[in-house]
């Protein structure tokens, strides 16, 4: 039976990874959490398993966040077995499709990146948001959008430049709904990871290792998704209150001005 008495939170992109992880804390704090990922497969189920043991329940909810037509349908999934979504984090993303000179970047690999990592951000907010607004809400719990963009939001990587514009798009698109969405009482943030070891990383992760031990990163180390996780959680718990519109640079210092 849907309960409306609880947090409840979306968490795209949740079958490995950063949003795996966001999956396990949200659980962990108490949040029924639905997993998203483009299908339902042996890596969506063992996910789903693995935030049930953190006692939490947890569902499957299989659908690609790139087709926009599929939004309403990820969204009743998750609200008709949980109860009333109060969370949404949009990190499912995706990376360039070839790593290389920017004057060899495809627009297929130029939309992949936007459709994954700023359209369906800018969408499934909509109509998570939609949604939001026209249920009756508790005051009791804390209602927010948690965006997980990326360091290449604000650094430049001309290896995989159409990358960074996605990202950089997705953190304008957490800017302009915090703006509309603050009078609805809902707080939007954005989490810009920088280094973080997962399969996304998995073809650089020697070389990213020994660049953030040289340095490249405050504290010397690449992160891991549980940090990422702790993170979403503190702010999709509204243990920070008073805030919407921020960005947290989740890299280890990766971005810090020095000299
Ligand atoms: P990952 O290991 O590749 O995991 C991404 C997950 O998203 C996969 O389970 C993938 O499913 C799913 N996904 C991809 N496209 C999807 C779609 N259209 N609909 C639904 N699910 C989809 O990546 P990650 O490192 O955990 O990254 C998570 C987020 O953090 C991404 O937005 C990424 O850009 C961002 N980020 C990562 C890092 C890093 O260092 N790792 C740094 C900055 C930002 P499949 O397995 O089926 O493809």
Redesign the pocket.
């Known amino acids: 039976m849907a309960d409306a008495s609880r947090q409840v939170a979306l968490v ?8 795996l992880a966001i999956a396990k804390a949200l659980g962990a704090a108490g949040f029924a959490v639905a997993l ?4 339902v497969g042996s ?1 969506l189920t063992r996910a789903v398993e693995s935030v049930r043991e953190t006692g939490a329940e947890a569902i499957a909810v299989a ?4 087709d926009l037509s599929k939004h309403e349908q990820i969204l009743r999934a998750a609200s008709d077995v949980l109860g009333p979504l109060t969370t949404l984090v949009n ?5 360039v499709l070839s790593r290389g000179d920017l004057l060899d970047v495809t627009e297929e690999s130029y939309d992949h990146c936007m459709a ?2 700023a359209k ?1 951000h800018f969408f499934l907010t909509q109509a998570f948001a939609r949604s939001v607004i026209h249920v009756e809400r508790s005051a009791d719990l804390f209602y927010s959008i948690v965006n ?5 939001a604000v650094a430049a990587a001309a290896q995989r430049g159409e990358y960074c514009a996605s ?1 950089a798009a997705a953190a304008m698109i957490s800017k302009v709904f915090a703006t509309r969405l603050g009078q609805e009482g809902i707080a939007v943030f954005d989490v ?10 998995a073809p650089v992760k020697d070389s990213y290792r020994k660049r953030a031990e040289a340095g490249l990163t405050l504290f010397p180390r690449l ?1 891991q ?1 549980a940090e990422i996780g702790m993170i979403v959680r503190t702010l999709a718990t509204g243990a920070l209150p008073y805030m919407t519109g921020q960005v947290l640079s989740a890299d280890g210092g990766l971005l810090l001005p020095r000299y």
């Open positions: 795209t992109g949740a079958g490995r990874g950063i949003g998203n990922d483009l299908a890596e659908g690609d966040v790139a990190n499912a993303g995706v990376g994954v990592n369906a997980v963009t990326s360091s290449n990202k810009q990871p920088g280094l973080i070891e997962t399969e996304m990383t992160g998704p």
